[in-house]
């Protein structure tokens, strides 16, 4: 059985730094592009940025420059390093197997002063 948990969201300020992490437990890990996704009230969810099996990446324009997601296959983890964040980042983050009907149960990010 396949399960996503993710973990690190929390309330920061502006100009601020998070990392979130998903574990991923079931499935084949490192043959699995993975992403992470972000729905904000109201809001339709949307991706902020997905890697390949072989660490490719891709990213939302909103999350150039300010974004990393890394992952490490030993530890079954995908990684989003957010910094400079802002309050229009405040959503809850969750972490999906591209192409699949797994999704993690999401974590919140608030950004306010």
């Known amino acids: 059985q396949v399960q996503l948990v993710e973990s690190g969201g929390g309330l920061v300020q502006p100009g601020g730094s998070l990392r979130l992490s998903c574990v991923a437990s079931?499935?084949?890990?490192?043959?699995?592009?993975m992403g992470w996704y972000r729905q904000a009230p109201g809001k339709q969810r949307e991706l902020v940025a997905s890697?390949?099996?072989?660490?490719?990446?891709n990213y939302a324009d909103s999350a150039k420059g300010r974004f990393t997601i890394s992952r490490d296959n030993t530890k079954r983890t995908v990684y989003l390093q957010m910094n400079s964040l802002k309050p229009e980042d405040t959503a809850v983050y969750y972490c999906?197997?591209?192409?699949?009907?797994?999704w993690g149960q999401g974590t919140q990010v608030t950004v306010s002063s």
């Open positions: 999906h197997i591209e192409g699949s009907i797994f």
């Open positions: 079931g499935g084949i890990f490192t043959i699995t592009a």
């Open positions: 890697i390949t099996s072989r660490s490719s990446t």
